[in-house]
C-alpha cells in the first residue's frame, strides 16, 4: 500500500522556522512529482510547492516564495518542505502527496496523500 507520512508541524511563533517531512513506501518514489499542499481554518486546500522527479523542476506559491523550499531525498524516500519567516497566515494542515504524471507543477491534483500534519503560527 502507498502510504505518506508528515512529520514536524508544531506550534511556533512568527519568524520562527520549521522543517516538514514527508516519508514515502509503496512506491517507486522517483517516479513521483511530489507536492505540500496546505488548508487553512475555512479555506480551500491549496498548493504550496511541489517538486520534479529528480528535484527538478520546483514550483512555489507566491505568497511562500523566498521563505518556503521544496527538497526531496530519493534514496530516503523523503520530501522536506523547509519553512523560514513564517507568518500567522501560514497557519494550516500541511499535506504531503504524490503523483505519477507530472503535468503542471502548480496543478493540486495528486493520486496519492498524507494524513497532515498541523502548523500554527501565533502572533
Known amino acids: 500500500q502507498v502510504q505518506l507520512v508528515e512529520s514536524g508541524g508544531g506550534l511556533v511563533q512568527t519568524g520562527d522556522s520549521l522543517r516538514l517531512s514527508c516519508a514515502a513506501s509503496?512506491?517507486?518514489?522517483?517516479?513521483?512529482?511530489l507536492g505540500w499542499l496546505r488548508q487553512g481554518p475555512g479555506k480551500a486546500r491549496d498548493v504550496v510547492a511541489a517538486?520534479?522527479?529528480?528535484?527538478?523542476?520546483?514550483f512555489y506559491a507566491d505568497s511562500v516564495k523566498g521563505r518556503f523550499t521544496i527538497s526531496r531525498d530519493n534514496a530516503k524516500n523523503t520530501v522536506y518542505l523547509q519553512m523560514n519567516s513564517l507568518k500567522p497566515e501560514d497557519t494550516a494542515v500541511y499535506y504531503c502527496?504524490?503523483?505519477?504524471?507530472?503535468?503542471?507543477?502548480?496543478?493540486?491534483?495528486?493520486?496519492?496523500w498524507g494524513q497532515g500534519t498541523q502548523v500554527t503560527v501565533s502572533s
Open positions: 517538486i520534479g522527479y529528480s528535484g527538478v523542476p520546483t
Open positions: 509503496g512506491l517507486t518514489f522517483s517516479s513521483y512529482v
Open positions: 502527496a504524490a503523483r505519477r504524471v507530472a503535468g503542471a507543477l502548480s496543478s493540486g491534483k495528486y493520486d496519492y
